[in-house]
């Protein structure tokens, strides 16, 4: 397969197309929002077509459905083409339910961002990404296929049946964006407390500053999953204030699962002053040791000063990048240590 036809040029499609151009791929894309399939062209990743109705597709071709999930739900029961085509959406089971194509492969890449459009798309979005691949309703062959796709772009496919996905990515991802929000609107209540707000807030919220709109097309439309996840949170969150054994438990255990997610990490916070070169100085520092990075955060002085950057590395470089830190002129701590 050598062709792709990406419906839907937002942060996704425009990432995707970026990387399958990369790969060789003609890449051939469409929007309904005229500034959003600008922009795909203006990044490189696609050539425009009028519509997704204005090319022949064949059996070799590939089309990726990278729209909200209310516009892959409007497209998928009047598609009918011999091309394989897939989606991209976070919401399954409405989705595959509506399809008519007999070559069609529900999907999810587990990768994004809290800013939207092709202007944020990027290569490489989703490199080390698990990408859930839903075998419901497809062939064997063609799931295979995208599965090849996936590996090629960098990211892990993860076979998952279409209800599965919605009840997992309705705890993992749906609540989430709905705690965000409701920890703003009450911290927002409080004269002066996001003056107080640091890094634990600032992590917790961070989802929150993703486009509304896109959010509630994502969350009406997984509704029932989403209501679940909300009242089991609702009764652990009462049983948590009424036992302090439970409360013990819960705090145990979630730090147990917290450190599953990042095993064997060390954290290094670096100060950084108000001042140009500061990061260009950590980069040189992480050359020189050739240490791996694991994951970047940076938290600004709310009224300037510089900041704090918390670079993760693996377990055992953590000495060696902040003593090359200290060489460099600046000032590094190992704050915790992430053992899994």
């Known amino acids: ?27 051939l894309g469409w929007d309904p929002d005229p500034e959003a399939l600008a922009g795909g062209v203006r990044a490189g990743a ?47 089971a ?28 990027r290569p490489g979005l989703f490199r080390g ?19 090849s796709i996936i590996h090629d772009l960098g990211a892990r496919p993860v076979r998952m049946g279409a209800e599965e996905h919605d009840a997992a990515v309705a705890r993992i991802s749906h609540l989430p964006q709905i705690v ?26 961070r989802v929150a500053a993703s486009d509304p709109s896109i959010w509630m097309d994502i ?20 049983s948590l204030t009424i036992s302090d054994a439970e409360l013990a438990r819960t705090l145990e255990e979630a730090r147990r699962l917290r450190a599953s997610l990042t095993p064997g990490l060390a954290v290094v916070r670096v100060a950084l002053e108000d001042r140009p070169g500061e990061i260009a100085t950590v980069g040189r ?8 990075v694991r994951d970047l955060q940076l938290r600004h002085a709310p009224y300037g000063g510089g900041g704090i950057l918390t670079v993760s590395v693996r377990l055992g470089d953590e000495e060696a990048f902040r003593a090359a830190l200290e060489e460099a002129g600046l000032s590094a701590t190992v704050a915790t240590v992430e053992s899994g």
């Open 94 to 121: 409405p989705i595959v339910a509506l399809a008519r194509t007999d070559r069609f492969v529900g999907t999810h890449p587990m990768a994004g961002r809290e800013v939207t459009g092709p202007d944020a798309a």
């Open 129 to 147: 990404a698990t990408w859930v691949v839903v075998p419901d309703g497809a062939s064997e062959t063609d799931l295979e296929i995208v599965e």
């Open 180 to 205: 965000a929000a409701a920890l703003l609107d009450g911290a927002g209540e409080i004269d002066g407390a996001m003056d107080l707000a640091a890094g634990s807030f600032r992590d917790l919220t």
């Open 46 to 92: 696609v050539s425009a077509i009028e519509g997704p109705d204005a090319v022949a597709l064949t059996p070799e071709d590939l089309v990726v459905l990278a729209g909200p999930p209310s516009a892959v739900r409007d497209t998928l029961p009047e598609l009918v083409t011999p091309a394989l085509v897939i989606d991209v959406a976070s919401v399954k």
């Open 219 to 238: 969350l009406t439309t997984n509704r029932d999953e989403v209501v679940a996840a909300v009242e089991r949170l609702r009764e652990r969150l009462a």
């Open 1 to 27: 397969m050598a062709r792709a036809l990406i419906s839907g040029t937002g942060l996704i499609g425009t990432s995707m197309a970026l990387d399958l151009k990369a790969l060789g791929w003609e890449t």
């Open 285 to 292: 520092a992480l050359a020189e040791t050739g240490i791996d």
